[in-house]
């Protein structure tokens, strides 16, 4: 695991090798235990190391045996042995024990096809000196995140877009495509970023920079069709092996490795497979709020605690009331992009947490995607049924939703929050059900907030729709998440909030084989009876007790919007005050005063269109006013003196 970076001239001049060490130094956290670069002309890459598998003889970049082809790489090949053995008896040598360099080596033996041998989480650069090309990738999930500029004869990259700020002539400005976005989702999705002029490279694609022209093209997809004629029973156990494999797969491992542990299928699932594999007591970290009774909401330490002592786990738990306003600047600061999803505030309280012990943990993150388990899944399941309903019954529940309160910090009013939100959408299409249980505010309002609009009529759930062509409701969803939130918003903040501690986060259950198989179950099998995860419940009943496997669902967030109604409501009302958001021009004043006065008195649940803005507000201060985050911290801080 590390960070890469680099520079390549399209017209073929000379580029500045001395731009390494700035590009290398503000991305420190991801790499804090080797360097290196190599300069070659119109090229020059370089990286900063975490170092996982052969500590001693992994350095970066790597080369093959004639020196003509050279490799940064951030991530783990979890298939490096087989690959390696393959090469060996074809006659490659290796130079390392590192699980890149058998990338080096396939280039060499099967061209850009490499790419589909590799079972892992990477991005990658390679540069091949007798073609002049520059190849940059990433894996087919997007665990791994790639950024990059082109300004004139000058294409630069790096995992983290801070780098690329740092490069003379580039500064920060807003994307205000991707702005009308984030207020959609609370999320920028690829191709774009927050910041004009800097992409993101898409999941699963190749960057190919020769002879100045730059290509790009994507290497691997989903399955489109459902596999027939298969049994129950045996796609019981194609989730039960599967997720054994992958899991003792990603072990490897030359330092210490844990576990994150809420206590759901997912992270559970993962604890399991591990103590059946490991000779030692897995680590195991969980995370839990204490206090008020919104903080007790979303304290899962109880669920952890029975499968840590289920598996005889090392387990270690902490119990937190995070300074808000001390961790926000700088975790946005690593975040790069703002993002409404307080998950990444979770994120980074455990990933601490746990790097006082191991420097590579397993997280359970994409159970949920691959296996059905978000209430989106169930939208046809119920909304058939409702459409069954007499017309004049139909028109009374939806008037009862109408005046039903929001709020997702209790029992009751979620479940409130949950029907009206249900009860709004049941007669939508398809697509649009799946946008509205997604988004944080509609379209509509979020181009009343924007002055000025975006200028661009782009949507990235509309072309992640047209680009589906999956034959199964649930199936479809998946290839949307997959190229969307999954990699734009969950991965995103996984990576960034897990290296800003220098702790490596692999994702077992989103392993290219398991996930292909999950592609092609249909979803009368995976949510069957309008179960979530019915199947891999199934699969998991002779690891797992009932009381873990049917547990009703909490997210891995913080009680952010309750927080805001209560001690952070102050900092809201200065941040997002009528004066702060006319001074910073981008939206209407008048629009963030209802939402916020519509939150307050639970109208409506805008939790997440708040920490939207206010996230953004607290990104804008850092990187477009040109502020450390410390200095931001100093200035939040000093709204609640």
Known sequence: MCGIYGIVHLDGSPTEPALMARMGDIILHRGPDDHGWHHDGNCVIGMRRLSIIDLAGGHQPLTNEDETLWLVCNGEIYNFRELREELTTAGHRFRTGSDCEVILHGYEAWGDDFALHLNGMYNFALWDARRRRLLIGRDRIGVKPLYWRQDGQRLAFATEAKALLALPGVSASVNRTALASYLNLGYVSAPHSMFEGIAKLPVASLMSIEAGIVTTSRYWSLPEKVEAGISEEDWIERIASGIERSVRMQMVSDVPIGA???????????????AEAASQPVKTYAIGFGGSAADNFYNELPYARRVAELF????????VKPDVVALLPRLLWHMDEPIADTAFITTYLVSQFA?????????GVGGDELFGGYRRYLGNHYAERFCRLPRPLQAAAKG???????????KWLNIARLAKGFLATAELSFEERYRAYLQIMDRTLAGRLLLGGSGSTWDPLLAAFADSKQ????????????????????LMLTDKMSMTVSL??????????LLEMAATMPEAIKIKGGVLKAAMKKALAGRLPPDILHRKKRGFGTPMGAWLKGELGRLLDRILSPEAIRARGLFDA??????????RANRQDYTDALIALLNFEIWARIYLDHRSHEDVTAELQGMLA
């Open 260 to 274: 994150f542990l809420s206590g759901g299928i997912d992270s559970s699932a993962v604890v399991a497979c591990m």
């Open 312 to 319: 005889g786990t090392d387990h270690h738990e902490i119990v």
């Open 355 to 363: 790097r006082k012990d191991v420097t590579v943990i397993l997280s």
């Open 400 to 410: 009862i939703g109408r005046i039903l309160p929001a709020d997702r910090h209790s």
């Open 471 to 490: 034959d199964d409701p649930c199936n479809h969803m998946l290839a949307v998440d997959m190229a969307s939130q999954l990699p734009d918003d969950l």
């Open 504 to 513: 490596e986060c692999r994702v077992p259950l989103l392993d290219h084989e």
């Open 590 to 599: 008048a629009v963030v005063s209802q939402l916020v006065a519509d939150h």
